[in-house]
């Protein structure tokens, strides 16, 4: 039965939710509070919490088609993409997740339904196959005994992988967290293509293909490799929406279902090409589909983390559009097409669209430009070979600084009947790899030291010291009842007054004190799902899981962070009316030093406008505005304006915070009363973090004054440094530069002077070596600047000839060489380079008739000066 991909869809949703699930929304692409990968990568990583036990929803079955990217971290399909039939960066996975409530057998029996049913998918049995762990024996017998699968059609698999549950069919999330055993259901696309079943030799062939994952979760995975059991054993699948779609469209790659046939012809059509089966359509319209999602999500390129992978994703489709011919941006042109292909999913996009088309053509122009720059260096590598094979280092120099294509620099090198050091490249991509690894931010901490289940009451609203129980004691990630003086913990109290680190805010500091003396000394604050937990050093005493404690806030600090929080929320507001609603928070962090806040804006913030922003919210702070809160629903919230962010997760109830009539958001942190208590706010700088991304660094209160006051000092300091007042500064420091001008003008014209006076002197020293003439000479005493006047002016009196420079200057050598263009197709510059660059160990480059040279063994120049007859010599045989 064909159904399209959105009838697809929606039929798989309405299924399960006949079924008594809630229909949940896809997430984010960008995972909340979750440092163990990279990008939302399956449909279960936002209901994490709950199978870890750590949250529960007024629901306990749940079904969705959660927007997914693999192409960083422990799942990446990248290199695949484009060259098989089924790999994607980004695809939608359609899911259904039991929380304690049913388990294998009735995950088993409503996947069989959907697929088997004719009133649902309506696959032939005959044609399915299923996988189960290899010491699953209760799935394996539900598969037979109450489906009734043939025991010839149900494989048992084992750890495939290299090591305990490492197993195509034991399923986890990342290298940490819940997981489980899983039962696979292939389809068999029939004889007529090549590969076997699952388990056996053959099967990577793309007859069998893998459509639904059922994973039964019933543990937590330590990273030394321990499976702690979950509160309460719970179903989460998967089912990739591309796949299925193939399978009932009867079709044997996801690139020929209906979406992507669309998509590949607007690539086409963008790119202007014909031919619908080549594969850099294929990438190209994979990737289109990554990176609109990503950072309508976002996410905006840089060099770092999932920034990175945004930009690695779209220099590879600028990459294969470069190979068909494409010199220009055309990513930003599929932004439309994608929106009407995809339909509802892509909502977001749409709200974003200039936002998204903004960001793809800037960083595709700057792509361009390096890969440009790329070919540019590749060839004067190639100019400066020695040998017939162009060095592996070099080339991964290329790719890793440039994203220059291996296969491009390859077939360059054909070209030319030479070699490529391919053994070279893969070391040094090893090594680079291994650095990665090395210095990855994404940690397992989280899961591993702080499974918590206990729950803590923040009140530090209305207080900043209270009484509280002490629940939980943590040294070196392990519980103990007991904590001693010197000890390092973290320490989790029933109730706490101490906020944790969250939405920007650092977490609180301060001392949790008994009555018997003992003191700890809390450093930082954090939360751990619902509990609390305090890190600090017990200075003295002995503490006990169990003992009342007095839980003391530093009063000071916290007053300091309120204001800068909240000074916070009045230039998000003061940034939205002055420069457009698309303004959007990308990231802040307030201390009690300073507050930083990222936003979205695609150009710098000029002085005039930093200044209005100061002005604006300054103003607000004089109208002393009262900060109230209130809980309400979601919905309610958002109708009545408050500002959320799109990459938060938000429960059913939020916390919403009013100043006065000027700014409404979800907020859970701390603030003060009213604007007036901010006192002053003042911005110290504005500069860019990524494409299209903004920030800006405050201070407020006192910081304010004393950073005025400062300022202040400064300008009177320099008023009597150039004999001024400050109403005159100014005008005084303008007169300053111009005298300055005019002395530089003088020196250039001295400069030009000795220059000619010194070049006319050398003239006479010139040789002639067969038949060529050379002007060699160590000037002392110049300026490196200075011998390009010379050259200029030798070049004009001698029509043909070689003439060499050299001097030194702060230990240091400079060296220019020009040789007449009626020479070059003898002796070139860039060939002399070579030869001085290697003597003062230094390097250069240049053209054939210009080159000049760097060296830092100035003690070398002498000897390398005179060689350049001998070696001249040589060349002219």
Known sequence: ?????????????????????????????????????????????????????????????????QRCVRAGGKHNDLEKVGYTARHHTFFEMLGNFSFGDYFKKEAITFAWELLTSPQWFNLPQERLLVTV??????????????????????????????????????????????????????????????????????????????IWNLVFMQFNRQSNGNLLLLPEPSVDTGMGLERITAVLQNVHSNYNIDIFTQLIQSVA?????????????????????????????????????????????????????????????????????????????????????????????????????ILERGLSILE??????????????????????????????????????????????????????????????????????????????????QFLMLRAVIILIIINGKNVDTIHTGQNGVIVLGTTPFYPEGGGQIGDN?????????????????????????????????????????????????????????????????????????????????????LRFDFSHDKAITQKEIHQVEMIVNQQIRRNLLIKTDTMELEEAISRGAMALFSETYGQYVRVLEMGDFSIELCGGTHVER??????????????????????????GEEALLHIY???????????????????????????????????????????????????????????????TLLVKNVKNIEPKVLHIMIDHLKNHCNSAIIVLGTIANSRVSLIISVSTDLTNRIKATDLVQYLAHQVSGKGGGSPSLAHVGGINFTALPMALSNIKLWLSDQLR
């Open 133 to 210: 762990y290899s010491t699953d024996h209760e799935s394996f017998d539900i598969w037979e005994k109450d489906i009734g699968i043939p025991s010839i059609r149900i494989i048992r698999i084992g750890d495939n992988k290299g090591g305990p549950y490492a197993s195509d069919n034991f399923w986890q999330m990342s290298e940490t967290g819940p997981c489980g055993p899983c039962s696979e259901i292939f389809f068999d696309h029939g004889e007529h293509i090549a590969g076997g079943p699952p388990g056996s030799l053959s099967a990577d062939g793309d007859r069998y293909v893998e």
């Open 710 to 772: 400062n300022q202040k000092k400064k300008l009177s300091e320099i008023c009597q440094l150039v004999k001024t007042n400050p109403s005159q500064i100014q005008k005084k420091i303008t007169t300053l530069i111009q005298h300055t001008d005019t002395l530089e003008k003088n020196i250039k014209k001295l400069h030009n002077q000795q220059a000619i006076h010194e070049s006319r002197l050398l003239i006479p020293q010139a040789i002639t070596i067969k038949g060529v």
């Open 380 to 461: 004067g590598e190639l100019n400066q070979l020695s040998d017939d094979t162009m060095p592996g280092e070099v080339l991964f120099r290329l790719y890793d600084t440039f994203g220059f294509p291996m296969e491009l620099a390859e077939d360059i090198c054909y070209q030319r009947n030479l070699k490529i050091d391919k053994s070279g490249f893969m070391h040094a991509m090893q090594i680079q790899r291994q650095k990665a690894r090395n210095a990855n931010t994404f940690h397992t901490e989280f899961i591993e030291r702080f499974y918590l289940t206990e729950t803590s009451e923040f009140q530090g609203y």
């Open 675 to 700: 604007t007036g208590n901010i006192g002053l706010f003042c911005i110290l700088s504005e500069s860019g973090t990524a494409a299209g991304v903004r920030r800006i660094e405050a201070i407020t």
């Open 1 to 65: 039965m064909h159904k399209s991909t959105i009838e697809i869809r929606q039929a798989f949703l309405d299924f399960f939710k006949s079924k008594g699930h809630e229909v949940i929304a896809s997430s984010s692409l960008v995972p909340t509070n979750d440092t163990t990968i990279l990008f939302t990568n399956a449909g279960m990583n936002q209901f994490k919490n709950i199978f870890l036990g750590q949250e529960k929803r007024k629901y306990s079955r749940a079904t969705s088609a």
């Open 269 to 369: 059509q963008v790119v202007g090409i014909t031919d619908f089966k080549n594969i850099s359509l294929h990438v190209i319209a994979d990737h289109i589909r990554s990176c609109a999602f990503l950072i309508a999500d976002g996410v905006l390129p840089s060099n770092e983390n999932r920034s990175y992978v945004l930009r690695r994703l779209i220099r590879r489709a600028v990459r294969h559009a470069y190979n068909l011919g494409v010199r220009q941006g055309f990513l930003f042109k599929l932004v439309g097409p994608l929106i009407q292909i995809m339909g509802a999913v892509s909502h977001e996009i749409q709200r974003q669209q200039n936002k998204v088309e903004l960001t793809l053509k800037t960083e595709e122009e700057q792509c361009i430009k």
């Open 510 to 594: 301060g001392t949790l004190e008994s009555c018997h003396n003992a003191n700890f000394i809390v450093s930082d604050t954090k939360r751990y799902s619902q509990a609390i937990g305090h890190h600090g050093l017990l200075t003295n005493g002995t503490l006990h899981v169990g003992e009342e404690i007095v839980a003391r806030v530093c009063e000071e600090r916290r007053k300091c962070i309120c204001i800068n929080h909240s000074a916070t929320h009045l230039l998000q507001a003061a940034l939205r009316l002055l420069l457009g609603q698309h303004v959007q928070q990308k990231g802040s962090l307030i201390n009690e030093k300073i």
